[in-house]
């Protein structure tokens, strides 16, 4: 039987887990985030007193880490050597750590091959920035999601604030995402590009459930 990949690319707070998740749901297939696994390396250098922009310090690290995922009903747990630490990823310090150990060449190694095997035998839609680029090259559909700086930013606030664990104001998380917009685009590993295979779907004004249906509409041709 052949297996079939979902890539959903595209910059923070465009959509894409929401969208995957939810799509996921519909398909009934598996949901893979891989922001949560650079987000996990990153939390690990915090707790250490790494800087993560460091290269060296993390790569001594990245040899001494088990990044694991599982799924309890239909919702990704991650874990950081054995403990989950699904709640811990998601601060605005998480999220910045995951951008600077993203950019490191070794430990995209390591989590672009957690992300194949956990994929293996299995109909998976996964999101993160170089899926339909470098995971999935070959990924029966890929999807590049876009959206306003500005209505990403009113998003994560949103969400943060729904998960009951933001302190930032709207200026602050804005500033976090051009930070990530511009190290996720400029790194020299593995760079946030569009394929030109993918279909872009710009999400600034158009709601979940309508992006959803779009995209939903393009698997079934
Ligand atoms: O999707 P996210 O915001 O949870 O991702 C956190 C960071 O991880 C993001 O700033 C860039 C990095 N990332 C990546 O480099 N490649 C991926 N496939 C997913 C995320």
Redesign the pocket.
């Known amino acids: 039987m052949e297996y079939y990949q979902i890539a959903i690319?595209g910059p923070?707070g465009s959509g894409?887990?929401t969208l995957a998740k939810g799509v996921a749901q519909k398909l009934g297939i598996l949901y893979l985030?891989?922001?949560?696994?650079?987000?996990t390396c990153g939390l690990k250098a915090l707790r250490l007193g790494i800087s993560t922009k460091d290269k060296e310090a993390v790569a001594e690290m990245m040899k001494d880490i088990n990044v694991d995922i599982s799924h309890v009903d239909g919702e990704q747990h991650v874990f950081l050597d054995g403990e989950d630490v699904s709640k811990e990823i998601r601060t605005a310090e998480a999220?910045v750590a995951?951008?600077d150990v993203?950019a490191i060449p070794c430990v995209?190694a390591a989590?672009v091959d957690l992300q194949r095997k956990i994929s293996e035998g299995k109909n998976v839609v996964l999101?993160?920035?170089?899926?339909g680029s470098k995971?999935f090259p070959n990924a029966k559909y890929k999807f590049f999601l876009v959206a306003a700086a500005e209505e990403r930013a009113r998003r994560r606030l949103l969400e943060l604030q729904q998960k009951g664990i933001c302190d930032q104001t709207f200026e602050e998380v804005l500033r976090d995402i051009e930070y990530?917009d511009h190290?996720?685009t400029t790194r020299a590993e593995?760079p946030?590009v569009k394929v030109d295979d993918a279909i872009e779907i710009d999400t600034t004004s158009i709601g979940i459930e309508e992006t959803q249906d779009l995209l939903l509409s393009y698997i079934k041709e």
């Open positions: 690319d923070s894409k887990s985030d891989t922001g949560a696994m650079y987000r999220s995951a951008s993203s995209r989590m999101d993160g920035r170089d899926i995971v990530r190290q996720d593995s946030l």
